[in-house]
């Protein structure tokens, strides 16, 4: 036991061994739901992108551990580095920290990116990233005076409870129809978007019967 010890607190393991208790620290508040858990194929919120995602996305895969969440190929990584430093201790004794070291990385590599392969067949496919054309078949409440060809806007509450703004058109012919004048307050229908023009076309809501 003492021998175990001491190869674990000797350079090069107990680099390892500080970031092997971090990792286990950190999936503990995970279990504990003091954590978030969090993927690289996550989906990505709201219509911007990240940079910082997309940053280490790439790298994992250069790597060759890409299709995992980030904080599961690290993990991967520090324990099987740990589990290499402490076999070349073990094995060659303490005269090889130099060498050991970058051996262990080179290790905690090579078996993380083993493991990552048959997990990411394990992963739920990523949610598609959100579109404006989600937006398209709901209803909305007219906030402009008015709508026409050239002007409009209008507020529209998506699936997941959120509001937006959104800029709407109204053509001449559902206008000029009973009731199709869209005034502010008004109930209307989104059935399209204008990719160019970034808008869409609506029209009035049909009250419900009954």
């Known amino acids: 036991m003492g021998d175990f010890l001491g190869a674990v607190t000797a350079f090069p393991t107990v680099v390892f061994s500080f970031a092997l208790v971090v990792v286990a ?3 503990l508040l995970v279990l504990l739901g003091g954590a978030h858990f969090h993927g690289a194929r996550g989906g990505h919120h709201g219509h911007g992108h990240g940079g910082g995602r997309h940053g280490h996305g790439g790298l994992q895969k250069v790597l060759g551990l890409g299709g995992v969440p980030i904080t599961v190929a690290v993990s991967l990584v520090v324990a099987f580095a740990w589990f290499s430093a402490l076999s070349g201790r073990v094995v060659f004794g303490s005269g090889h920290g130099g060498v050991l ?3 262990a990385l080179v290790g ?5 990116r083993l493991l990552a392969w048959p997990l ?21 409440v ?3 005076g008015r709508v026409g060809p050239d002007f409009g806007q209008a507020e529209v509450h998506a699936a997941d409870g959120s509001s937006a703004v959104v800029q709407v058109r109204q053509s001449l012919d559902d206008a000029a129809g009973p009731g199709g004048v869209l005034r502010a307050g008004a109930s209307a229908l989104i059935y399209d978007y204008d990719d160019a023009g970034e808008y869409f076309w609506v029209m009035p809501a049909v009250p419900a019967s009954g």
């Open 120 to 140: 990411r067949r394990l992963m739920p496919a990523p949610a598609p990233p959100p579109s404006r054309r989600d937006f398209v078949g709901l209803g909305c």
């Open 108 to 112: 905690g590599w090579a078996g993380a």
């Open 142 to 144: 007219i906030r402009t």
């Open 101 to 103: 070291l970058p051996a």
């Open 25 to 27: 620290a950190y999936w």
